[in-house]
């Protein structure tokens, strides 16, 4: 039963990588078209990294190749210094990410919060649908472009909307066909023995080619070239990687396993110096096509490199044959891509949760319309952490208890217990928290139920102890860490009372200079 199982899958994962294949043509052409290079450096690098990180990468099903993200930040160097520096920007692009996944940094991507991943899933998904709109254009005479218009725009539609009825359909009929092959099937027969005027593949660009030659980019190798091709490689491999490490933590959740970050880093990385000497522009994970994979089926690593040895047949031989393929068809997959993609739920919940996440699910779907996903990742990154610092910093607190004498004076010692986190965005508040001039004679802080973790913070509790000094108070810290013990200690802020006892310290206020950060 096993044996049959496999089987199985293993027709999914080819049907699977043909559909994959085909949906890779003309985005590898348009993103070749936006970086300014020719078709076949589009389809080179979607071959290349497709089929390496297919076979290495760490995240089995997902798809890699030429993408937008990467081509817009191209666009400069290719028109600015030529295609030769582009592909030695590459090969450096591949190095750094190399170098981010042998240091193990691909874990950092936890650190996004999950209103950012609603945000660039909700953002990728527009994205995606505003790419689709280039094909409803049509070039003119003079060169200009116009918007389709009336019968060219209605069989446009009419064979979009029937692709996307065969991919709504199929599933119901049998679930041993990738829904989205038999629609590019289904509309490129109508097409093509119904000879139907419509836009064609061929109609972007001939992808017939040859098999990829090794070369070294024909750049000078000196301090100037690094100085050019450096910030664009550094751009690009934190673009490819943080969309890359995205799409595979959304692919986790979608098919509830876990992939490696750093091996998928390393593998990138790879693919991208590889591409750069075999005439490539590089890339990264793509999330249309990778949706269409795990839609169809595919959980291993066959549906990638099926995906990628397709591709360069199509270069090799079968050109003639895909160039006839309708772009309605593979629109109408895309629009299917886009459904799936966008988190409808997120529309009912947004009113839920806290404005902030709210907020910040809205910034950075309209931050990745505007610019690109890796600027919108890290600008919600950003404004999360300062969300975070904020209400983090509004509470802190303390719970003062007072020591009085038997005869009821004046109590003769107060003591504070902190509670919450003391760094930067809570120094402030701290300080209010304590007012010298009324406390009385003697004062306690105990930081048991408190952390302290930055200069910041240590800062605040030597400015404190100056206060206290200034008014003639005694003041003893409880509970502060080791490593705040030590920097106050070398700081001359703090002497001994009773060393064999749990640290309890008496604040002098003799050589305040010098503090650091401690927890």
Request: proline fraction near 4%.
């Amino acid at each position: 039963m096993q044996q049959y199982r496999n089987l199985g899958q293993i027709r999914t994962e080819i049907l699977a990588g043909l559909t994959v294949s085909l949906a890779l043509v003309p985005e590898a052409v348009a993103f070749a078209f936006v970086a300014g290079v020719e078709p076949l450096v589009g389809l080179y690098a979607a071959f290349i990294v497709g089929f390496i990180t297919s076979l290495g990468g760490g995240r089995p099903g997902m798809i890699s190749g030429a993408t937008g993200a990467l081509a817009v930040v191209m666009v400069a160097l290719v028109k600015d210094h030529g295609v030769e520096m582009l592909f030695l920007t590459v090969i450096l692009m591949g190095i750094i990410q190399v170098a981010v996944g042998a240091l193990k940094l691909g874990g950092l991507i936890r650190m996004v919060p999950y209103p950012v991943m609603l945000g660039f899933v909700n953002g990728l998904a527009i994205v995606i649908f505003l790419a689709q709109l280039e094909s409803f254009k049509v070039e003119n005479h003079d060169g200009s472009e116009s918007w389709l218009a009336g019968g060219d725009l209605g069989i446009m539609l009419g064979l979009i909307a029937l692709t996307m009825a065969v991919i709504f359909l199929v599933p119901k009929l049998t679930s041993r066909f990738p829904a989205a092959l038999a629609g590019i099937l289904v509309v490129s027969g109508l097409v093509i023995f119904g000879n139907i005027d419509t836009t064609t593949v061929g109609d972007l660009s001939s992808i017939s080619g040859s098999f990829p030659a090794p070369s070294v980019p024909d750049v000078a190798f000196n301090l100037e070239t690094l100085g050019i091709i450096l910030p664009f490689a550094l751009i690009l491999a934190g673009i490819g990687l943080i969309e890359s490490l995205l799409t595979l933590s959304l692919i986790d959740g979608i098919t509830e396993t876990r992939s490696q970050k750093n091996r998928e880093c390393m593998a990138q990385g790879t693919a991208n110096i590889v591409t750069g000497f075999f005439g490539g522009m590089g890339g990264c994970a793509m999330i249309g096509q990778s949706m269409i994979n795990i839609k169809s089926g595919a959980r291993w690593r066959v549906s990638g490199v099926v995906a990628a040895i397709l591709l360069l047949t199509y270069i090799l031989f079968a050109s003639s044959l895909i160039e006839r393929i309708p772009i309605a068809a593979l629109v109408g997959v895309m629009f299917i891509v886009v459904i799936g993609t966008f988190s409808w739920s997120s529309l009912r919940i947004i009113r839920k949760v806290p404005l902030s996440d709210a907020l910040i699910m809205v910034l950075v779907s309209a931050v990745t319309v505007a610019t690109d996903l890796a600027i919108a990742v890290v600008v919600g990154v950003i404004v999360s952490a300062l969300v975070f610092a904020w209400n983090t910093a509004r509470s802190i607190y303390v719970v003062a208890e007072d020591e009085n004498p038997e005869d009821g004076d004046e109590p003769f010692r107060r003591t504070y217990t902190l509670h919450g986190q003391l760094f930067f965005a809570s120094v402030t508040h701290f300080r209010d928290l304590f007012n010298p001039a009324t406390d009385p004679a003697e004062v306690v802080i105990d930081f048991q139920y408190s952390r302290v973790w930055d200069h910041s913070g240590m800062e605040a509790i030597v400015e404190l102890a100056q206060r206290y000094n200034r008014a003639d108070r005694q003041l003893h810290l409880l509970h502060l860490s080791q490593n705040c013990q030590r920097i106050l200690q070398k700081a001359d802020v703090i002497t001994d009372t009773d060393p064999t006892n749990d640290p309890s310290y008496r604040v002098t206020v003799s050589g305040l200079g010098g503090s650091g950060g401690g927890h």
